[in-house]
């Protein structure tokens, strides 16, 4: 038998940092492709997420070192960050590991969302910020607010004593939060008319979001323009630079077997 055929085909390991939707549909097209080893990587915030395809583990590396060993130890090829545009710090973090374990990295990061004529945005820095603009925006007696901002982030708004809350989550929200609040458990995506009908229903004044740019929960945007309502925009945080970025992640796959080839051609 020829050395070649003895030898054990050596997968690429690709670690995805995901929690986001993106990210799982790329760890499908990856986890198709039987010469990789796909590991998606979750924090663990969601008490049941939704699965990738490929293999899964839970749980914070324990800062930027503990993610460089897990990729030292998981002899891992590629590292994608995949992660929500809101998650900070974990995007810092696989900068910096990827820097120390000397492993490519790239980030796959969805465009944020662009106004468009009709749309009254009030773009904000951050939650803090949102709760203060707030009662600049809304009347009283015209306090109703449609928050989408996460149950993570309640503690920011608990102070609005005036304001009622309509607070779409995943998970329960925990206290701090608002005193005067409605909880509604869903995960997108959502459709234009559900929204058009909870605007309506629960009788909506302004709403308040981050930035995400995903498409699964957009059409709240549309919803509110159609109905003239006010939205606060949280604006996203910084990301590491000098770190290659993908929109899609079609083109992250693409980036990968450029990768790949090019590393194939040189070896
Ligand atoms: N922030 C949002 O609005 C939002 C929305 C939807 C989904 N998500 C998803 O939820 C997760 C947590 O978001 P966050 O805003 O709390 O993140 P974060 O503030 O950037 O990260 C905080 C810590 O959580 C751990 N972590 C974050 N993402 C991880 C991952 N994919 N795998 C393993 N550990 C991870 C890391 O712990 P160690 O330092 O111990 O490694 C990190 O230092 C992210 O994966 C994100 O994609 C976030």
Redesign the pocket.
Same mark, same amino acid.
């Given at each position: 038998m020829p050395d070649a055929a003895r030898r054990p085909v050596r997968h690429r390991h690709v670690l995805i #940092?995901?929690?986001?939707a993106e990210a799982r549909r790329l760890a499908t097209t990856l986890a198709a492709d039987p010469s990789l080893r796909v590991t998606s !990587?979750?924090?663990g915030?969601v008490a049941a997420p939704r699965l990738p395809a490929g293999e899964v583990r839970i749980?914070? %590396? @324990?800062?930027p070192e @503990? #993610?460089a060993r897990w990729l030292r130890e998981h002899a891992v090829d590629v590292l994608i960050d995949a992660? /929500?545009p %809101?998650?900070?710090?974990? !995007?810092f /973090?696989a900068a910096q590991a990827a820097a120390t374990a000397h492993v490519p990295l790239l980030a796959l990061r969805r465009p944020g969302w662009v106004p468009g004529p009709g749309d009254d945005w009030h773009p904000v820095a951050s939650l803090d910020e949102a709760a203060a603009v707030l009662p600049t925006l809304t009347l009283p007696g015209a306090r109703r607010v449609f928050l989408t901002t996460?149950r993570?982030g309640l503690a920011h708004f608990a102070h609005l004593a005036d304001h009622w809350f309509l607070v779409r989550s995943v998970d329960a929200p925990e206290p701090p939060h608002p005193p005067h609040m409605t909880t509604l458990l869903d995960r997108g995506p959502f459709t234009l008319d559900g929204e058009r009908e909870l605007l309506r229903t629960h009788r909506i004044d302004v709403l308040v979001t981050?930035d995400s740019g995903a498409a699964a929960t957009a059409p709240k945007l549309t919803a509110a323009r159609e109905a003239g309502v006010p939205v606060v925009l949280v604006r996203r945080p910084p990301t590491p630079t000098g770190v290659p970025e993908a929109a899609t992640p079609e083109e992250a796959a693409t980036w990968l077997r450029h990768l790949f080839n090019e590393a194939t051609t040189a070896n």
């Open positions: #940092l995901g929690g986001t !990587s979750l924090a915030r749980g914070g %590396f @324990g800062g @503990g #993610l992660t /929500h %809101f998650a900070g710090t974990i !995007s /973090h996460g993570m981050k």
